[in-house]
């Protein structure tokens, strides 16, 4: 999850910043991700999270669950475990079913009433071999830069 939430900080959404870690059954990584616009888009899209339909984030933005299936490592993500800052969207909750992921691990579920999250939770609740667990809080301290001080004359 240390590593999720790290990944969550290269996030450019100004509003919520999320990131994801699949682990396999060894507990090692194959594949991080976090929320950001398609490839080539960045800068091009808007972030706005009110607005006009067209022009606030939500249709554009490929969320971190979906870019760390795409950046596995692994052909076979079968036994493998998903950590997540956020409780994954229905659509997301499709994605991990579909890569044959068996557990979720999540650590905020800020959006738990929403229909998108109500959804996601029967789709991984009909799944025995899916286990939702809710983590403690986890702090990362980000450590003072190194190198030496700027010389001032
Ligand atoms: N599990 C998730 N993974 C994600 O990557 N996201 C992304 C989509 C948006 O960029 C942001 C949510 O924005 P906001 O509605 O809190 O301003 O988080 C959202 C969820 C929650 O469904
Ligand atoms: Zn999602």
């Not at 029967?122 to 001080?149: A, Y």
Request: neutral net charge; hydrophobic residues 35%.
């Amino acid at each position: 999850m240390a590593v999720a939430l790290l990944s969550a900080k290269r996030s450019k959404d100004p509003n919520t910043q999320v990131g994801a870690c699949i682990v396999n059954q060894e507990n090692k990584i194959v594949g991080t991700g976090y929320n950001r616009m398609p490839n080539g888009c960045d800068g091009e899209l808007p972030w706005a999270h009110t607005g006009p339909k067209l022009e606030r984030k939500y249709i554009y933005v490929c969320h971190a669950e979906l870019n760390a299936i795409i950046n596995k490592s692994k052909a076979d993500m079968n036994g493998c475990t998903i950590y997540v800052t956020l409780f994954p969207c229905n659509e997301c909750a499709k994605l991990i079913i579909q890569a044959g992921l068996s557990e979720v691990v999540y650590l905020s579920d800020k959006y738990h009433d929403e229909d998108e999250t109500i959804a996601s939770r029967r789709m991984l609740d009909l799944l025995t071999n899916v286990l939702l667990e809710e983590w403690s809080e986890i702090q990362i301290n980000t450590p003072k830069p190194c190198g030496k001080p700027s010389q001032k004359s």
